[in-house]
C-alpha cells in the first residue's frame, strides 16, 4: 500500500472511519478537505440491497440537481430539419444524423449524454454495442428519446445526470464541485438520494439502502448514516 502524504493524512484524521455521520455534517468534513489547486467534484456512492441482474430489482433514472453539476455537459443529438435546428439553439454540442452515427462509430464518443428524436432511432439503434457499454444510450424512460429535444438539451446541460446500479447494487454519481457552498451541496445530495429513495424497484427488499458515502476527487470518503435517508 502506497504511503501516505503529510496532507492525506492529516486529511484522513479529519474522519472516524467507524462512525456514519449526518449528511450536512459529512459534506462540511468533505469540503474542507477539497484543498487541490483544482475544483474537485464531490462524489456520491450508494449500496443498495439489489440486484439488478433481475428486471425487478433495477435502480435506474434521471435527477435534476437543484444546484446544478458545476460541469460541462458535452450533448449529442440525433435529429434533423427543424428538430435539429432546435437543439442547436439550445445549446447541444453536436447535432447530426447518419454523419453523427458514422463518427461515433469511429471512435467519436466524447459525450455525456445522447439525445435522439423517435423517428432517429433506427439510425441510433445501429450504435447499441458502441453507446450502451458506455450508458450513452437514449432511451425513452430516462427522457433522452423525445421530440423536444430542447427540453433535453437544456436538462442535460442544466443539472440533470442518470443514475443506474452496478453489479453489486452500487449506484454512484457527481452532487457538485467544491467550490459550492455547502448548502446548495446539500439540496443536490437531498435531491440525488430522494430521486433514489423514490426509485426503488419492487423485487427491493427489507432495508434498500445499506450504505452512503461521499468523497472529494482527492479525499477521504466519509460514511453518512443511511437510516437518515428512511429507506
Known amino acids: 500500500m502506497a504511503k501516505l502524504t503529510k496532507k492525506q493524512k492529516a486529511q484522513v ?6 462512525k ?20 474537485e467534484t464531490i462524489e456520491i456512492a450508494l449500496n443498495l440491497a439489489v ?36 437543439a442547436k439553439e439550445a445549446g447541444a454540442d453536436t447535432v447530426g444524423a447518419e454523419d453523427l452515427m458514422e463518427a461515433m462509430q469511429g471512435g467519436d464518443l466524447n459525450y455525456d449524454r445522447v439525445i435522439a428524436t423517435p423517428d432517429m432511432m433506427g ?16 432511451n ?24 443506474r446500479a452496478e453489479k453489486a447494487g452500487i449506484v454512484h454519481s457527481t452532487i457538485g464541485k467544491a467550490s459550492f457552498t455547502e448548502d446548495d451541496l446539500k439540496k443536490n445530495y437531498d ?15 427489507g432495508k ?10 482527492m479525499g477521504p470518503g466519509v460514511k453518512v448514516d443511511p437510516a437518515e435517508a428512511g429507506a
Open 13 to 18: 484524521e479529519t474522519v472516524d472511519r467507524d
Open 51 to 86: 440486484d439488478p441482474r433481475h428486471a425487478d430489482q433495477m435502480v435506474r433514472g434521471v435527477v435534476s440537481l437543484p444546484s446544478g453539476t458545476g460541469k460541462d455537459v458535452r450533448v449529442a443529438v440525433f435529429a434533423k430539419d427543424a428538430k435539429a435546428d432546435e
Open 208 to 217: 434498500y439502502i445499506k450504505k452512503i458515502a461521499i468523497s472529494s476527487t
Open 191 to 205: 435531491a440525488f438520494v430522494g430521486a433514489i429513495v423514490k426509485a426503488r424497484p419492487s423485487g427491493a427488499k
Open 123 to 138: 439510425v441510433v439503434g445501429r450504435l447499441g454495442k458502441v453507446l450502451g457499454p458506455k450508458g450513452l444510450m437514449p
Open 140 to 163: 425513452p424512460k430516462l427522457g433522452t428519446v423525445t421530440p423536444d429535444v430542447a427540453k433535453a438539451v437544456q436538462d442535460a446541460k442544466g443539472g440533470q445526470v442518470e443514475f
Open 20 to 39: 456514519l455521520y449526518a449528511s450536512d455534517e459529512a459534506l462540511k468534513i468533505v469540503k474542507g478537505n477539497a484543498t487541490s489547486k483544482f475544483d
